[in-house]
Nanobody, 116 residues
Framework: QVRLVESGGGLVQPGESLRLSCAASGILFSLYTMRWYRQAPGKQRDMVAQITTGGRTNYADSVKGRFTISRDNAKNTVDLQMNNLKPEDTAVYYC??????????WGQGTQVTVSS
């Protein structure tokens, strides 16, 4: 059974940092592109960052320079370091695992709230 479990969300003030982590099981982790998405209330789910099997990364323009995605194939984890958080970063954050351009598996999400 495939499981993706996110952790690390919470309530922070603008300008602060959070580190999200996603632990995967039931898949051969190193063969999957891992992505972080987010969904704010009333909005569509958008991709925030991805890291390929070869370690290549891509980011949404809105988070470039502030967020960093990384993976540890030995631990089957993918992290999202989020710095200089803004109120507009408030959303539920989801990790996904996929091959061939699609996201095949999803976690349950973790809430990030940025508010003063």
């Amino acid at each position: 059974q495939v499981r993706l479990v996110e952790s690390g969300g919470g309530l922070v003030q603008p300008g602060e940092s959070l580190r999200l982590s996603c632990a995967a099981s039931g898949i051969l982790f190193s063969l999957y592109t891992m992505r972080w998405y987010r969904q704010a209330p009333g909005k569509q789910r958008d991709m925030v960052a991805q890291i390929t099997t070869g370690g290549r990364t891509n980011y949404a323009d809105s988070v470039k320079g502030r967020f960093t995605i990384s993976r540890d194939n030995a631990k089957n984890t993918v992290d999202l370091q989020m710095n200089n958080l803004k109120p507009e970063d408030t959303a539920v954050y989801y990790c996904s695992a996929g091959q061939f351009g699609a996201s095949d598996y999803w976690g349950q999400g973790t809430q990030v709230t940025v508010s003063s």
